[in-house]
């Protein structure tokens, strides 16, 4: 399970169910707060497969075959793009708020949720370190009061990732596109999201289970925000397991 830019601290409602029938692996996204600064390579972590090598890597250190990956927003689609290098390493994908293209951009037949014109403002604001924290925006994300525990804790991750670090992941974000590869993911994904998130709406999901290449189930949960599992871990977390448990039939 990978969050990012945040660490797996944002699993804490879900691992506990787990523990105790699977072998659990977590790990820190490079570029996340928790993890060494000084190791994040900017040319490696320029393009979406810098982040799926590590994850081929730290599934062939540990001689993990057919895992059953859960991932969040950009980390569910760094598993996609790791599935289509190496198939045999995923039983299967759960994919809770995937975005494709991850800049979330309006273009064409894909309706993605934010226009071009408000991610050029978020880019260049950072561009000119003018970088601000700002909990409206937080809880607008997350789907939350401000002072909610969940809003307090997606902030707290933000804060921890270092600025030039975060405009890295934010100019990736901004250029990434996974819909021509959508056809060459064979790994069965469990696409999961909110009946509300400015992020990622109902469209983009019904978008990526359509163009996937192999089987693909699409769950829309009675949530807002684009961490559910932060926000709503009552709901979140049963639709999570069952996903887990149940592979899609036939």
Known sequence: MAPAPNNPSIWKH??????????VFLYDTMGAGSTNPDYFDF?????????AYDLIAILEEFNVQKCIYVGHSLTAMVA????????????????????IPEAIVNSGDYFGGFEQKYLDQIRAGMEKNKICHDLGKAALVVGCDMDSEAVQEY??????????IALSVVRLLHALDMRPFLPQ???????????????????????IH??????SIVEV???????????????TIPVLLRHIHHDIAG
């Not at 879900?14 to 072998?23: A, E, F």
């Open 221 to 235: 949960m009675p949530t807002e925000g684009h961490l559910p599992h932060l926000s709503a871990p009552e709901v």
């Open 80 to 99: 996609t793009a790791a599935s289509i290098f190496r198939p045999d390493l995923f039983h299967k994908l759960i994919m809770l708020a995937a975005s």
């Open 185 to 207: 993911v064979t790994v069965p994904c469990h696409i999961i999201q909110s009946s509300k998130d400015v992020c990622v709406p109902q469209s983009v999901g019904e978008y």
């Open 43 to 51: 040319y490696h972590y320029s393009s979406i497969e810098g982040y």
């Open 155 to 164: 902030s707290r991750t933000l804060f921890n990732v270092l600025p030039d």
């Open 210 to 215: 359509k163009n996937l290449g192999g089987k």
């Open 14 to 23: 879900l691992v506990p169910h787990l523990v105790d029938h699977y072998k």
